[in-house]
């Protein structure tokens, strides 16, 4: 069972700054590909970016490519989310996925197996 622990969210204004990260318990954490989704209020779950066990590829989603980069460090069991250039539509609570080996989009939550409890991001305009 892998526990994953959300942190970084906060308040910030429009154009700002946040750095998430997501730390795990599970020692073999780099055999996990890690993934970021985020759900807005009366809005569905969707996802933002994953990154491969080694952090050598990557894919975002349209709407944040650009401005948010994903990365991992695998001795300290953590995976982190930099977001520059925040809009308030980037508003939404964030939460960090691990995903074992097998079949199925990486872009889909379905397919994630461990989830962190999720940390609140605000941009205010």
């Known amino acids: 069972q892998v526990q994953l622990v959300g942190s970084g969210g906060g308040l910030v204004q429009a154009g700002g700054s946040l750095r998430l990260s997501c730390a795990a318990s599970?020692?073999?954490?780099?055999?996990?590909?890690m993934g970021w989704f985020r759900q807005a209020p009366g809005k569905e779950r969707e996802f933002v970016v994953w990154i491969n066990r080694s952090g050598g590829s990557t894919a975002y989603a349209d709407s944040v490519k650009g401005r948010f980069t994903i990365s991992r460090d695998n001795a300290k069991n953590t995976v982190y989310l930099q977001m520059n250039s925040l809009k308030p539509e980037d508003t939404a609570v964030y939460y960090c996925a691990a995903r074992s080996p097998g079949s199925g989009s990486l872009y889909s939550g379905t397919t994630y197996d461990y989830w962190g409890q999720g940390t609140q991001v605000t941009v205010s305009s």
């Open positions: 599970e020692r073999t954490f780099s055999s996990y590909t």
